[in-house]
């Protein structure tokens, strides 16, 4: 038990989203992000002012839906790779999670404050374009494939 609330604990501490991503009044530059988002090619759609989904073609399921926010600081791109609901907790789940979070170099892999399990790459607004954002969304797209029939293991009976 100790063990499993140790790796769920260091699971979402690496991946909960900043609280400052979560304020809508604090996006670095709407202007700027709504540029990378046009520029990036992929067919986003605006949510509300600082939040743009795109849904990508998937090997592993329907889509893959991918979400860019931005805050003071850093824009945000995540994929949700499952639901609380949906999956399993154990130890081997967990312990699956934090190897794949290790394998991958920029994609962070873990929980959200709601127990939902995502994938996320954080981009410096200072350097960033519509190209970045378009490859990190291509990129979270293959992490989510890849992760998907092991994650299919653990669903919830």
């Known amino acids: 038990m100790i063990k499993r609330a140790l790796l769920a604990a260091t699971l979402l501490a690496s991946v909960a989203l900043p609280a ?13 992000m709504s540029g990378a988002i046009k520029d990036s090619g992929l067919a986003w759609e605006q949510r509300n002012p ?7 073609e998937s090997q592993t399921r ?40 290790s394998r991958f170099d920029h994609v962070k892999v873990g929980i959200d404050p709601d127990g939902d399990y995502l994938v996320r790459i954080d981009l410096r607004p200072r350097t960033f374009d519509g190209k970045d954002l378009e490859a990190a969304a291509r990129q979270l797209r293959a992490v989510v494939d890849d992760l998907t029939p092991t994650l299919r293991q653990h669903a919830a009976k």
């Open 20 to 32: 400052v991503a979560q304020d809508a009044n604090r996006c670095f530059d709407t202007a700027r």
């Open 50 to 56: 600082e939040l743009w989904r795109v849904d990508l």
């Open 62 to 101: 329907r889509f893959v839906r991918v979400v860019a926010t931005c805050g003071r600081g850093v824009v945000i791109v995540f994929a949700v790779l499952a639901d609380a609901k949906d999956l399993r907790p154990s130890d081997d789940l967990y312990l699956y999670l934090l190897r794949m979070a």
